[in-house]
């Protein structure tokens, strides 16, 4: 059997903050059904975790060497995700009011690296591969280029890089990288970006093998506009760069079984879909019009996802008619838009502004018709495909995994699970939103695109038997 170490910075239930956090719970669970991979989770112990789900406490004092000295951690055991979570006990790093941002992340991840290391040692014999992801892992990735030579624990052991967002690169200062200890040869080389040090970088450059979260995606960062500088390295390493879509978990995402929900529905028998949205529209003190359509978005308030379109459009999706139900944290630019928008109109629009846990995004993607993604990129997307098993109809921007994941409704031929355009303005977006408002007016259409999209198959047992093959295939690097 392969054994598989995945280090992530977040992961559902202990901590999340978007897609990574649903992904890394989600992968070492089906890997683990899948019966070929040992698959185990090391992420931080952070002070957002909930105590419950931690079963013992491994070690107490686990020793990391650190800054020339030495560091003392403990580790937890968690069995609360279907797989084992070894979790890092380290309160002067993870003690903290949020996850991250703070001035000294890369020291916090790149400590939570080399402490998950010690913890591999400590707990056995050397995993096969050590699979990271996104920037706080790219210390990992160096470490194990760099030890391999002269540790032979780690000699045998592969690297697989996931990148799930290429714009969060992990800078920094590079006389840091004196004290961390990757101040020599080709390790501080591929740190260096700009005059800056990344750990992305690093972990693209020094991975042996690297992956993303769509095919799509992993052909849009290798072009100078999506590739954020980095496009070059992805160029040069794209033999051994895969795309590998995102699965949806769903025992969790299960309209039919939702604990969260007012009334449970599937395919077969959608009548509680309209309790949901009329416990919706109670929750966000929206008028009971059941019939009116209603739009929702959930997602982190970055330019990333589209707000400037929705801005800019704010006035036309008013003139529509229809409800919209807004759910996000972040920039204070769009949440100061989204709180005049519902000053506005508290009528038709309803916010929520913060991060508001699972229940409510639960409940809002039951209770929507239609939900609106118009990013400017998107590497997959989990949101799209919740949507589409809950009977809500996606309306996208064609990028990244949203391109991958959505075929654009044909009236004709009743094909498509979705609406979707292609050019970033709030012209194109009215246009695909204006065509799903039509389609709703029809309820046998609509009942059409809500059927393709609830019989889509996005599991993860698919995207599981990839990232075994994967494994394997790094393996035989
Ligand atoms: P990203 O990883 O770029 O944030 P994804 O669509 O891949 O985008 O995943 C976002 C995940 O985070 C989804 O599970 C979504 O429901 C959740 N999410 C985002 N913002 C919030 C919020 N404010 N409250 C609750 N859940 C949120």
């Known amino acids: 059997m392969l054994r598989v170490a995945i280090f992530t910075s977040e992961a559902m239930p202990f901590a999340k903050t978007g897609g990574l956090g649903d992904v890394a719970s989600a992968l070492p669970k089906a890997l683990k059904q899948g019966g ?9 112990l952070y002070e957002q975790t909930d105590r419950a789900l931690l079963r ?13 000295g030495r560091q003392h951690v403990g580790v937890w055991l968690s069995e609360a995700i279907g797989a084992p979570a070894f979790l890092i006990d ?53 470490e194990i280029h ?17 990148i799930h967002n290429l714009a969060y690169q992990g800078g920094f200062d590079p006389r840091d990288l004196e004290w961390l200890g990757f101040a020599w ?54 033999e051994r760069l895969i795309g590998v879509t995102n699965g949806v978990d769903y025992d969790v995402w299960n309209p039919a079984t939702d604990p969260h929900l007012a009334a449970n529905f599937s395919a077969d028998d959608l009548s509680g879909k309209r309790a949901c949205k009329l416990a919706l ?20 308030l970055v330019a990333q996802k589209g ?18 139900v807004a759910l996000g944290a972040g920039a204070q630019v769009y949440e100061d838009f989204l709180q005049r928008w519902r000053d506005i109109a508290p009528h038709r629009i309803g916010i ?58 044909d009236r004709t031929r009743g094909s498509g699970n979705g609406f979707k355009f292609g050019e970033y303005s709030a012209r194109g977006m009215l246009g695909s939103i204006y065509e799903a408002l039509l389609c709703y007016a029809e309820p046998e259409v609509w009942r059409r695109v809500q059927l393709n999209g609830m019989r889509e198959d996005n599991s993860w047992q698919a995207a599981a038997r990839k990232y075994v093959e994967l494994y394997r295939a790094v393996l035989r690097l």
């Not at 013992?56 to 800054?67: G, H, K, M, T, Y």
């Open 36 to 44: 070929e991979v040992d698959a185990a989770l090391f992420l931080p």
């Open 56 to 68: 013992e406490r491994l070690f107490d004092n686990l020793e990391v060497e650190w800054a020339g």
């Open 90 to 142: 380290a309160p002067r790093y993870f003690q903290r009011n949020s996850i991250y941002g703070f001035r000294d992340d890369h020291e916090r991840f790149a400590f939570f690296c080399r402490a998950a290391l010690a913890a591999l040692k400590r707990l056995g014999p050397p995993p096969d591969v050590v699979h990271v992801n996104d920037w706080p892992g790219g210390f990992a990735a160096a």
């Open 146 to 162: 760099a030890r391999r030579v002269f540790d032979p624990y780690f000699a045998a052991t592969r690297t697989l890089f996931s």
């Open 185 to 238: 040869g080709e390790v501080h080389n591929a740190f260096l970006m700009d005059g800056a040090a990344s750990s992305l970088k690093a972990g693209l450059m020094l991975s042996d093998a690297l992956s993303t979260v769509s095919r799509r995606y992993a052909y849009e960062m290798q072009t100078p506009g999506q590739g954020y500088g980095l496009d070059w390295v992805l160029r040069m390493r794209s």
């Open 281 to 300: 529209l109670r929750r966000f003190h929206l008028p009971e019009e059941p019939d009116r359509p209603l739009i929702a978005i959930i997602s982190r």
């Open 307 to 324: 707000y400037d379109l929705i801005r800019d459009a704010a006035g036309a999706i008013l003139e529509t008619g229809a409800f919209f």
């Open 352 to 409: 929520y502004k913060g991060y508001a846990g699972e229940p409510l995004a639960h409940q809002i993607e039951a209770g929507a018709d239609m939900f609106l993604m118009p990013s400017l990129y998107e590497p997959c997307g989990l949101n799209q495909m919740y949507s589409m098993r809950y009977g809500t109809v996606p309306i996208v921007r064609a990028t990244g995994g949203l391109d991958d994941t959505v075929e654009n409704f």
